[in-house]
C-alpha cells in the first residue's frame, strides 16, 4: 500500500515514476453524477485534502465540524439524530473515525481519478484486500453530489 503521504500527493492526480499498485492491486469506482462530474470530484479532493492532512493532533469531533468544509457537514447527520431510516447517511464523526492517523489498517488509498464526461468520473483505489470496506469513501461521494458509486 501507498504511504499516506503518497496519498495526499496522488490526491491531485501526481503520479511519481516507478509506482505500482500493491498486491491486491487498483480497483476502479464508477461514479455517476448528474452532469456535475468535475464540482462532485472537486468536493471529494477538498474533504480528503482536509481529513488526510491531519497527521498528528487529531481533532475532536466537535472541532471536525468546523474543520470540514460545510457543505458536507451539512450531508452528514449527527449522531444522536441517526435512526434506523438514515442508514444510508453517515454522521461526521463515523466518518472521520474511517480516516485516523493511526489506523493503518485502511483498506484503501487514493491512486487516481479521472472526469470521463459530465455525468462520470471514474476514481482508482489501491486496496489491501478483498472484500474491502469502502463506505465512507462511498458517503463522500453521495454527499459530494453524486447519485451512485460501483466498484
Not at 3 to 28: N, Q
Not at 104 to 130: F, H, L, Y
Request: with cysteine.
Amino acid at each position: 500500500m501507498i504511504s499516506a503521504k503518497l496519498e495526499r500527493v496522488r490526491l491531485d492526480s501526481i503520479r511519481l515514476p516507478d509506482e505500482t499498485p500493491g498486491e491486491f492491486g487498483l480497483v476502479t469506482v464508477i461514479v455517476a453524477c448528474p452532469g456535475n462530474a468535475h464540482e462532485v470530484l472537486e468536493k471529494v479532493r477538498e474533504t480528503l485534502r482536509i481529513v488526510m492532512g491531519h497527521d498528528a493532533g487529531w481533532p475532536t469531533d466537535e472541532e471536525w465540524l468546523t474543520i470540514l468544509p460545510s457543505w458536507f457537514v451539512s450531508q452528514c447527520v449527527s449522531e444522536q439524530a441517526h435512526t434506523p431510516e438514515m442508514m444510508d447517511a453517515w454522521s461526521v464523526d463515523g466518518w472521520v473515525y474511517w480516516f485516523r492517523p493511526e489506523d493503518e489498517d485502511r483498506s484503501w488509498r487514493w491512486w487516481d481519478a479521472s472526469v470521463i464526461d459530465a455525468d462520470t468520473i471514474n476514481i482508482q483505489i489501491e486496496v489491501s484486500d478483498w472484500p474491502f470496506p469502502w463506505g465512507a469513501l462511498e458517503w463522500l461521494l453521495l454527499a459530494s453530489g453524486a447519485t451512485s458509486a460501483e466498484v
